[in-house]
C-alpha cells in the first residue's frame, strides 16, 4: 500500500512548481502553433526519480508517466499499483525483459526492431494478466541513421510498422524520436512528422508522435508532436548517476 504524500512538504512544492512551469510552457507553445493544448499529452519522465515523487505527481493529477529501464520500473509500478497511472516505456530494451515490461506498461516508446517486436506480441498476448488490452507501440526513429542510442533508420520504419501490425497482442500507435545530439530540433522533428505522414497513409490509426523533452518540447509542440517526454524540467535536477540503480544492469 502507497503512502499519501504530504503535499505541504517542500518537494512537493518544488514539484508542483516545476509542473506548473512546464503545463505554462505547453500552453504558450500551443498557441504560438495555432493547436488545442488537449492535443498534447505530457508524459512526466521519472527515471531514477524516487516512488514517492510518483506520489505526488499523482495527487497533482499526473497520469502518464515514463520510465527507461525496466528494473527500475517494475518494483516502482508493483510499489505504485493502486494509482491511476499509465507507464511508458521509453528506454532500449532487450527482447528478454519484453515479458516483464508487458506487465505494467501501456506503451513502449521504443520498438526499434523486428525481433523486439516479435518479443513484445508473443509476450504480450501470452499469460501475462494484461488482460484484452493490446499494447501499444512507437517505432523508434532514428533521425540521423545513427542508432547507437536507438531508433530504427528511417528507411526500415515501413516494413517494421507492418510487422508490429501484424502482431496479436500490439497495436502500431506511432512514431518516437528524440533529438540528434546537436541537431537543429526544428528540422529533427519536421523529419519526423513526415515519416509520422507517410505511416498514418498505411496505418491510419497509427497518429502518436512523441517527442520533445525538457530543453526542445516548444520545437516538438511546433512540429506535431502528440506527446512529450519531460523529466528534469518538471522534477528538478536528475539525481546523480548511480542513484537508485543496479549496477549489475548499467
Ligand atoms: C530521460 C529521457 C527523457 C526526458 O529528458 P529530460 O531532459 O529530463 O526532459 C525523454 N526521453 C527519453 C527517451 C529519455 O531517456
New binding site residues.
Given amino acids: 500500500m502507497f503512502q499519501a504524500p504530504d503535499l505541504d512538504g517542500a518537494r512537493a512544492q518544488e514539484i508542483a512548481r516545476g509542473l506548473a512551469q512546464v503545463q505554462s510552457r505547453i500552453t504558450t507553445a500551443c498557441a504560438a502553433a495555432g493547436r488545442a493544448p488537449e492535443e498534447v499529452t505530457l ?1 512526466v ?1 521519472t ?1 531514477t526519480y524516487p516512488a514517492s515523487d510518483l506520489g505526488v505527481l499523482s495527487s497533482l493529477g499526473v497520469r502518464d508517466v ?1 520510465e ?1 529501464r525496466d528494473q527500475e520500473a517494475g518494483p516502482k509500478a508493483d510499489q505504485l499499483s493502486d494509482l491511476d497511472l499509465r507507464w511508458h516505456f ?2 532500449q530494451l532487450q527482447t528478454n525483459k519484453a515479458k516483464s515490461v508487458v506487465r505494467y506498461a501501456s506503451v513502449v ?2 520498438v526499434d526492431r523486428t525481433s523486439l517486436a516479435v518479443a513484445l506480441g508473443k509476450a504480450a498476448s501470452g499469460t501475462s494478466g494484461r488482460g484484452p488490452a493490446a499494447l501499444d507501440c512507437l517505432i ?1 526513429v532514428s533521425l540521423d541513421g545513427d542508432t547507437s542510442r ?1 531508433g530504427a533508420p528511417i528507411g526500415e520504419v515501413w516494413n517494421l510498422g507492418d510487422l508490429i501490425a501484424a502482431q496479436d497482442g500490439l497495436r502500431l500507435a506511432g512514431v ?1 524520436a ?1 533529438a540528434p545530439l546537436g541537431a537543429d530540433p526544428n528540422g529533427a522533428f519536421a523529419t519526423l512528422h513526415e515519416v509520422s505522414a507517410r505511416l498514418q497513409a498505411l496505418h491510419p490509426g497509427a497518429d502518436v508522435i ?1 517527442a ?4 526542445d ?1 516548444e520545437s516538438a509542440i511546433g512540429q506535431g508532436a502528440t506527446h512529450l ?7 528538478g535536477q ?1 539525481p546523480p548517476l548511480g542513484y537508485g540503480r543496479n549496477a549489475e544492469t548499467e
Fill in positions: 508524459i519522465v527515471k515514463g527507461n521509453i528506454g516508446h521504443s523508434q536507438g518516437m528524440v512523441s520533445g523533452m525538457s530543453g518540447l517526454r519531460v523529466g528534469g524540467a518538471v522534477l536528475r
